[in-house]
């Protein structure tokens, strides 16, 4: 039986199709009974559409640079491994 918990863990193997048959299976049923996990797919797919639609290009110069700065920071302050 799949609960709730289990969809949020299952969802991307889902939305990509890797999940097996069985799994695939029990997951549509439950879909079929939750309206809260219906939500939270359909909000899932939607943030994987808006994403992939997103181009670094259409980003304005102070947001790209800002972007840029925050990378360097973090790669500045990772620990180096050696």
Not at 14 to 33: F, M, N, Q
Not at 54 to 81: C, D, H, K, N
């Amino acid at each position: 039986m799949i609960t709730c918990r289990h969809i949020t863990a299952l969802i991307l193997d889902y939305v990509i199709g890797e999940l097996d048959a069985e799994t695939a299976l029990a997951l549509k049923e439950h879909l079929r009974e939750c309206p809260d996990c219906i939500a939270f797919l359909a909000t899932y797919q939607k943030t994987i559409q808006a994403t992939r639609s997103l181009r670094y290009e259409s980003l304005p110069s102070r947001m790209r640079t800002r972007v840029r700065q925050f990378l360097q920071a973090q790669i500045r302050g990772s620990p180096r491994s050696g």
